[in-house]
């Protein structure tokens, strides 16, 4: 089995590559980034992983493959020769609009290719159309969640939910005033890391989370077009608790309107549908049902295993040279 090398970056995606099942050492301390040390409140660390310095890990290396979840992860890991994935999990629009000084778009792509080239390494990606706008060809491997992990939805509270980091900083990919119309004159909880907004924060564990994913009636998402995804991680464990979905449309987004929830670019309609869900908590477990059942088809976690573990034989073979 092979022995990873990765970076705490996001700690909720990291604890799903523990689902491989494989020895990990997760790079921790680094600098800018939300906390710089791996934060047990988010999730806790995986089986079989351990947290390491960069220090560490470069003096004495001992990996079959590393994964980047960013372009800074990937320069870290230039002194080793050994196969890596970069995880695109960012839109490159987004990045691009965020970063002042960022180079545009046509160069970014190049550069990631080329650079990926010459290192014989290779990319997967969270969503097609983050693929297509870093311009890379590669593998789409979904986000997943363990139905054992998230189930039981009560909806017992008529508020509606929402998980999100940074709204403030990034409101054109949060499709933030998008957010403000869904939810106008409606009871709405935000949980996340949004220091400029007073009384939010992240929750105090995991399994408080997971509470409140059980709690709340009706999740709510959004996201900028052209910027980011129609779902995300919060949006399909939101699913596979049981939770209906109130959302902004938006590409590859797993909701079917009326059915696991609400889907739409009218902000008006939803608004008004979300009222009936935060009114009608029957209605809410009868849609909260039929998005778990989509969770279960959509993102499963062997599916998530399968196709990470053939996205790591397919960088050792490109490491290779057997691959291009």
Known sequence: MPRILTFNCHEAYVHLLGKLGHSMDIVDGLPGRVSSRWDER?????EKSRLIRL??????PRYDVAIAHNITDLLALRALALPK????????EARVREEPGAPDVASMRRQLSEYL???RATAVAVSVVKAESWGQACPVIRPCADPAEYDGFQGTRA????????VMQ?????AWPAHLAITRGLA???VGYNPELPGVAPAGSWGELKARYREHRAYVHSAGAGLDDGYNLGVVEAMMTGMPVVSLSGSESPLVDGVSGYVSADTTYLNSRLGELLSDRELALELGG??????LELFDVPQFVTSWNAALDRAAACFAGRVS
């Open 42 to 46: 988010s999730r806790p660390v995986p």
């Open 55 to 60: 220090d560490d890990a470069l003096a004495s």
């Open 85 to 92: 994935v970069l995880v695109l999990h960012v839109n490159l």
């Open 117 to 119: 080239t010459s290192i």
């Open 159 to 166: 508020v509606a939910l929402r998980v999100a980091n940074q």
């Open 170 to 174: 990034r409101p054109a990919r949060c």
């Open 188 to 190: 709405t909880d935000l």
């Open 290 to 295: 039929n998005a778990r059942r989509r969770a």
